[in-house]
Every structure is written in structure tokens, then in C-alpha cells.
């Protein structure tokens, strides 16, 4: 059984994040909710959710009747924006950027509408997503609460042409000691160029998606089985060690504030010579118009004590109960999660920027073959993701990169604020990992009883 969401401490921890971040783009959610022919979509601002922005009006819109209005913010500022919304069922967004992190709470708290009439059409396909995201977004009624948009796991992205110009080889299934004897061999390859790119911005979906794996692959957990929190474990403490010394060693500038979109940009723009992250990034670098098309080879996710690290995640759609507008929201994501939608971004875009990582077509698409030099590595590592078994020791709930409890979000968030402090040299990992044991005992001791 999934555990149960604590409503009333998620939408208190949600309101007491600043939402100092405004819309990207769009009118904004509530300004036509009187409008049946319009729906309200909340997203992180991703680039395949940027690709989807700019091909909705033309297509979407014009096929369907429907305007999507879209409220685009980075990462941490959508998930608060999200989580204070879908728990207080304000109304004001019909559709929204969801994780498989979310949807097993929303879903069990009443926050979510089944998805079941997308499902059910067969021009959607159901059966031809992959079935770990299925299942990942069925609630425990059996319903389904979310359509992926894209999915991904993660692995190591480097740089072919600098590997062969130093003599470098690239295992395909890399150990982090591996790894971290790379980097220092590819530090100042060419002029301004740092080893490696791993996310340091605080939040827990960010400095601690990567790090959870590296905790994971190094021996270590969260929590035991029986709820008893191991933050402070030698095991975590090695791992967490390793990663902060690595990054500050031979990491990007600015690290303690990079996230995935700054790792991307220091990635395409040659800043770095290696990045571990998220699969999707793939598809922005092999773009037409990316400066490092072809230049990225591709290993998986590095390990220590485990077989595989690599992460499983979907950004999918999720539609909030309090819409009024459930069967236009319906339409939109029948389109945005559908093979032609992917067919339109190949038209448009090319393939190898196709929202992947979802559809077992997609992967047997000899033109996203061609156009994707990723694609088996990205397959790989998502077919190898094990959520119930992410590490070396029984686990209480499932979560890879997280713990699959609601409360989590405020904990990682929490514990990797003093994890960034120690990568920008202002604090120890001793210090944050003593905190977060604190932390984490008292969330454990909540389910022990």
C-alpha cells in the first residue's frame, strides 16, 4: 500500500515556499476561466515543454478549438506552485506538469481526475507506454491519474571529441571512482572547460535526484525498512562526501546554484566535459541547432556497490479535480502525450528533439534511431531502473532519486540546503547530514507508528 498524503503539513509546507517567480509565457492561469474553449496548464519550464508551448496554438488550437493558456517557472518554484494549488483545489489550473512522485498522493487525496477517457481511446495508444510509467500512475483504485509527457532515467553524457583528443576512454557501464579519475584528467581540456557538471542547487529535486543515486549506488538510504532514518550513515556520509568534493574539485562555476537547466547550458555551450544527469537532456543537445551535435557520447549512470544507479522519472499530465473544463483538459493531453504530437516535433523540430522516453514505438522508430545516438543508452537505463530495489538493503516505500512519502519534499529540500552550503565552501557535510538525521528521524518515527 501507498502511504497515505498528510494533507494539511504538504499544503502548509507548500505555502511556505516563496513564489517569487512569475509566468514565463501565456495569460496566465485563471484569466479565461470563464471560457469553456480555453484551459489553464501549469509546467516546469523544460525545453520539451518550451517545443510544446510554441506548436500548441498552430495545431492544438487549431484543430481542436481549444487556447491553452501556459504558466511556465523553473523547477522548484512549479512544484510549490503546484503543490499549493492541487491541495487547496483552488481551480485556478486545469492541467499540471506532474511527476510519479506526485500523482500516488494527489490521487489517493481526491486532488487528481482519472485520466481513464484518454486511456481508453485507442488512437492514444495506451499499451504502447512503456509499462513502468502505467503503473507508476495508477492510483491505489486502480484508476489512472497521469499520461506521461516525456520520461527519462539518467546517465553520463560526455564529451567524445575531448575523451579521443586526450587519449580517454569512456567505459559504457562507468564505477564514480572511474568517473571521478576522468574528470581530473579532462579539467582544462580546452580553455574555460571544468570536468564535470552535477546539479548543487538546493531542493529535492534537484542537488538530491543525482546525489539520492550516488547515496543509493555507495551503499546508503534514507531510511531502513523499519523507518530508522540513516542520513548521517557512514554510507551516506561517504557518498555524499564524494559527490561535494568532486564537484568543488573539478565541477562548474557557480555549482552550488546549478540546477539541470545551467548544467544543460554549461554542457552545450562546452563549459564541462562530462554531465550526469537526467536522459532527457539528450534530445537538446543532439538538436540541429545544438553547438555539440554529435560531439556527446553516452555511458550509464555510474555505480559503486550496485548493478545500475540510473533514476526513473516522468514529467507527466496530471488533471486537478476542481476543473471545470475536465474534457477539454482530457483533449489537450490526448494531444500532447500522442504519437502524432511526437510526429510533429520530427516535422517541425527534428527527432532528436522529440518529448522520448515514453513510447515503445518511439524507440523502434528507425528515423529516431538515426536522429537519437542516445536512444539505446536512454532505453537502457530506463528498462534497468528498479524502484523497489534501488540499493543494497530493503527499502520501506519504493523512490529511486526520492522516498516515495509526501513528506519528503520538504525533507530533501531541508537537508540539501546544507548540502549546497558545504559545495559552496560555507558549511560541512558533517554539519548537514547531522541536521538532516534529526530531520529524517522525525518524519521516520511518523510511520513507525
Not at 520538504?410 to 537537508?415: A, E, Y
Request: a negative charge.
Amino acid at each position: 500500500m501507498r502511504p497515505k498524503l498528510r494533507a494539511a503539513s504538504l499544503a502548509a509546507g507548500a505555502l511556505c515556499i516563496a513564489l517569487s517567480a512569475s509566468a514565463c509565457s501565456g495569460a496566465g492561469g485563471g484569466s479565461a476561466a470563464g471560457d469553456e474553449n480555453s484551459i489553464n496548464v501549469l509546467m516546469v519550464n523544460n525545453p520539451q515543454m518550451e517545443d510544446l508551448q510554441k506548436l500548441t496554438a498552430d495545431n492544438f488550437t487549431k484543430e481542436s478549438g481549444i487556447k491553452v493558456n501556459y504558466t511556465i517557472l523553473p523547477e522548484n518554484d512549479v512544484r510549490a506552485k503546484i503543490s499549493q494549488e492541487f491541495s487547496t483545489q483552488a481551480g485556478q489550473y486545469d492541467v499540471a506538469s506532474l511527476s510519479n512522485y506526485e500523482i500516488p498522493f494527489y490521487s489517493a487525496n481526491g486532488w487528481l481526475a482519472p485520466v481513464d477517457s484518454v486511456a481508453k481511446d485507442p488512437e492514444f495508444d495506451q499499451d504502447d507506454i512503456l509499462p513502468a510509467y502505467t503503473a507508476s500512475l495508477t492510483g491505489e483504485d486502480g484508476k489512472l491519474y497521469g499520461e506521461p509527457f516525456y520520461g527519462e532515467s539518467s546517465f553520463l553524457m560526455y564529451r567524445k571529441d575531448v575523451f579521443e583528443a586526450k587519449g580517454l576512454t569512456m567505459p559504457e557501464k562507468p564505477t564514480w571512482d572511474q568517473v571521478a579519475d576522468l574528470a581530473a584528467k579532462v579539467d582544462g581540456a580546452e580553455p574555460g572547460m571544468k570536468g564535470i557538471c552535477l546539479r548543487g542547487q538546493p531542493g529535492w529535486g534537484q542537488v538530491f535526484a543525482p546525489l539520492t543515486t550516488v547515496v543509493n549506488t555507495f551503499g546508503g538510504t534514507w531510511f531502513d525498512k523499519d523507518w530508522n532514518a540513516k542520513v548521517n550513515s557512514p554510507e551516506f556520509t561517504a557518498a555524499t562526501e564524494f559527490y561535494v568534493n568532486l564537484v568543488r574539485e573539478h565541477g562548474e562555476a557557480g555549482a552550488a546554484q546549478a540546477g539541470f537547466t545551467e548544467c544543460l547550458n554549461n554542457m552545450g555551450q562546452s563549459k564541462v566535459a562530462m554531465w550526469y544527469d537526467a536522459t532527457s537532456a539528450a534530445g537538446a543537445l543532439e538538436a540541429d541547432a545544438s553547438p555539440v551535435k554529435g560531439k556527446i557520447g553516452y555511458a550509464q549512470a555510474p555505480v559503486k556497490e550496485t548493478e545500475s544507479s540510473g533514476w526513473l522519472w516522468t514529467w507527466s499530465w496530471g488533471v486537478q479535480a476542481a476543473s471545470k473544463k475536465q474534457e477539454a483538459a482530457g483533449k489537450f493531453i490526448a494531444w500532447a502525450s500522442s504519437k502524432k504530437y511526437e510526429e510533429l516535433v520530427a516535422s517541425k523540430l527534428g527527432w532528436a528533439k522529440v518529448p522520448s522516453g515514453k513510447r515503445i514505438s518511439t524507440y523502434e522508430n528507425p528515423e529516431f534511431q538515426k536522429a537519437a545516438p542516445f536512444f539505446t543508452a536512454e532505453r537502457s537505463a530506463i528498462e534497468n531502473a528498479d524502484p523497489k530495489n534501488p540499493g543494497v538493503q530493503e527499502r520501506p516505500v519504493v523512490g529511486i532519486q526520492f522516498v516515495g512519502i509526501p513528506e519528503f519534499a520538504d525533507l530533501g529540500t531541508t537537508v540539501s540546503q546544507g548540502v549546497s552550503s558545504a559545495i559552496a565552501g560555507q558549511g560541512s557535510v558533517a554539519d548537514a547530514l547531522a541536521k538532516g538525521q534529526e530531520a529524517a528521524q522525525k518524519v521516520g518515527d511518523k510511520y513507525k507508528k
